[in-house]
């Protein structure tokens, strides 16, 4: 079945970076767009990047826009959020998703926390 499992998240100081990745297993990763978003305390959650399939073409949302870096890496079924020059606004649960055969499909989220 279809899973994803997000890592890398944690404590940081604004101003600084983080990378998070979520691996994905259960269907053809190459072929299906995958999505970064974040959802922060008593807010809805919200998009931040998506890439396609191939990884040719990425969209970025918000505050995300010339901050995070989004990437995939088709052979390790891995996506990652480079966030950089972050601030306390960033502070949410992350979660990759994907849409497949129609039904969209969330990892657990991991925990950003920007504070100093």
């Known amino acids: 079945q279809v899973q994803l499992v997000e890592s890398g998240g944690g404590l940081v100081q604004p101003g600084e970076s983080l990378r998070l990745s979520c691996a994905a297993s259960?269907?053809?990763?190459?072929?299906?767009?995958m999505t970064w978003y974040r959802q922060a305390a008593g807010k809805e959650r919200e998009l931040v990047a998506t890439i396609t399939g191939s990884g040719n073409s990425t969209t970025y949302f918000g505050s995300a826009k010339g901050r995070f870096e989004i990437s995939r890496d088709n052979a390790q079924k891995m996506i990652y959020l480079q966030m950089n020059s972050l601030t306390p606004e960033d502070t949410a649960v992350y979660f990759c998703?994907?849409?497949?055969?129609?039904?969209?499909?969330w990892g657990q989220g991991t925990q950003v926390t920007v504070s100093s």
């Open positions: 259960g269907f053809n990763f190459n072929l299906y767009p």
């Open positions: 998703r994907v849409r497949w055969r129609g039904d969209a499909y």
